[in-house]
């Protein structure tokens, strides 16, 4: 690496990117576009050499031109698709030194501070959290946490570890999960060897605020243990994708108590919200759970990817039986951690770093600030959508999640008879058209300027109108305001 010209590039890129945050809300968020429209723009080999002097240059005007035109843009102040994939200038900028680092700390002794700080990280995560002491390395019994990618991968590992531990045939391993659970899960149970029919997605009923009951597991533990099958694996989510419900990890862990059942808990989402004590209550009860995920990337200002997991037994995740890679002096002292030996590829990246950045600069206290403002958010566009009467919440609004639909055909039949069609054909249409909104076509934007516009021949006042440029028609009455006589 060129140390001045690597300056010079870097800052084209830094400007590149304060530049696109600058401009981010020009962009429609997504924009339609046909399957192959990048493929047939872009060279269809490698170049041999570099297509112009400048070549990142050129490659930046191509990312501008070429590829930010077909990118969904997530930082976007109008994204509001799935969950939130949280950024910051820290964050940012954490990935960017781990990248020119360019690290590969899959053992301690590979980097010794990056697996250090991993460590610290991990902890500090967890402190701020207030997740259980027996998830932690400072816990003193053993525990700690890693830095994944994802919670796919997390849920993987943790179910190849609990099957390891299990001394029974594969085909009788059964694991259970609500019909909410994210589909990775029911993805990792399967690549762990886990039979499809052994996976057991129990029902939720909306009365139950579609969490997971614990008579509905014990019912489900119990009649596999009659049929002969051995109970593997609890995954109980804390904020699912859906509605960001929350199953009742308490009661599930008291439900397969003394039944090896190893219990994890997905809060990929809403594991953050635990830095505020008014949200701790969710994970009450954690104590007794085996292993616990949750993704910084999506509300902790970490950019992607990074998933914390932390385990009461990390040993069990383990495959140390590599010859080459053993740093047998400090293994043999238990000293130090082998990442490598927590996940399932051997090499890694330094997420610690960019981690770590966040919490140094944020600190537990910004983190809080930016949850409690997006909290604040969500309940006060939940207020204006129960005070319209077509609309209605039909699951409590939990975290920074809203749920909202139109009211079904019959309830508005009448007073809206716009709403015709059936609950789902609307809600369909409405969810369309409001994709169609923030992408910046398909809605017709109309400003009524009936009198304020008037005041636009004056400079001092025209930024009232600023912005009209995306507008699609303008209305404004002169006689009103202009001198013009009626009408
Ligand atoms: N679990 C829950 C509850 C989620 O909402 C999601 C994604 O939204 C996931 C797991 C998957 O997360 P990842 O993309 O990190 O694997």
């Not at 060129?2 to 990117?17: K, L, S, T, W, Y």
């Not at 904020?239 to 929350?246: D, N, R």
């Not at 090896?260 to 505020?276: I, K, R």
Request: charged share 20%; glycine share 8%.
């Amino acid at each position: 690496l060129d140390a001045g010209e690597f300056r010079r590039q870097g800052r084209q890129v830094a400007d590149f990117i304060a530049d696109y945050y600058a401009r981010i809300e020009d962009y429609p968020v997504r924009r339609a576009v046909a399957p192959g429209f990048l493929a047939e723009k872009l060279l269809e080999t490698a170049p041999s050499s570099p297509l112009e002097p400048n070549a990142l240059a050129a490659a930046l005007r191509d990312v501008r031109e070429l590829i930010l035109p077909g990118i969904t843009h997530w930082q976007s102040p109008r994204h509001f698709a799935h969950f939130s994939a949280t950024a910051s200038n820290v964050g940012a900028l954490g990935e960017a030194l781990a990248a020119g680092l360019n690290i590969n700390p899959y053992t301690w002794a590979a980097s010794p501070a990056a697996t250090e700080l991993e460590v610290v990280v991990t902890d500090w995560l967890g402190k701020a959290l207030h997740l259980p002491e027996k998830l932690l390395f400072g816990g003193g019994g053993g525990g700690g946490g890693t830095l994944l990618g994802t919670s796919c991968e997390a849920m993987l590992c943790v179910i190849v570890a609990a099957r390891d531990e299990k001394l029974a045939v594969i085909g009788d391993l059964v694991v259970y999960f609500s019909d909410q659970t994210h589909f990775s899960f029911k993805k990792a149970a399967r690549i762990a060897g886990i039979r499809r029919g052994n996976c057991r997605e129990i029902p939720t009923p909306r009365e139950d605020a579609f969490a997971l009951t614990a008579a509905a597991l014990i019912a489900a533990v119990n009649a596999d243990v009659a049929a002969g099958r051995v109970p593997l694996l609890l995954c109980a989510t804390v904020g699912t994708t859906a509605t960001a419900a929350v199953d009742p990890v308490r009661e599930l862990c008291a439900a397969v108590e003394g039944r090896g059942v190893w219990v994890h808990v997905d809060a990929a989402y809403a594991g953050a919200a635990c830095v505020c004590p008014e949200h701790r209550h969710v994970i009450a009860g954690a104590t007794s759970v085996d292993s616990l995920s949750t993704n910084p990337h999506k509300w902790l200002l970490a950019n992607m990817d990074c998933c914390a997991l932390c385990v009461s037994r990390p040993a069990t995740l383990g495959t140390d039986d590599d010859v080459i890679l053993k740093d047998a002096a400090a293994r043999a002292r238990g000293v130090v951690v082998d990442y490598k030996d927590w996940q399932v590829s051997l090499s890694r990246r330094f997420r610690a770093l960019k981690l770590w950045l966040v919490l140094r600069c944020h600190g537990v206290d910004g983190l809080r600030d930016v949850v409690r403002g997006h909290v604040r958010m969500a309940a006060s566009f939940e207020r204006m959508v129960r005070a319209d009467p077509r609309f209605e919440v039909p699951v409590p609004r939990r975290f920074a999640l809203v749920c909202f639909r139109l009211r079904d055909a019959e309830d508005s039949k009448g007073a809206h008879g716009e709403f015709t069609v059936s609950s789902n054909e609307a809600n369909r249409r409405l969810l369309e058209a409001l994709c169609a909104a923030v992408e910046g076509r398909g809605v017709w934007v109309h400003v009524d300027a009936a009198y304020a516009g008037a005041a636009c021949v004056c400079p001092e006042h025209r930024h009232v109108i600023a912005g009209a440029t995306s507008v699609d028609s303008l209305s404004i009455n002169p006689h009103k305001w202009l001198l013009a006589n009626m009408d």
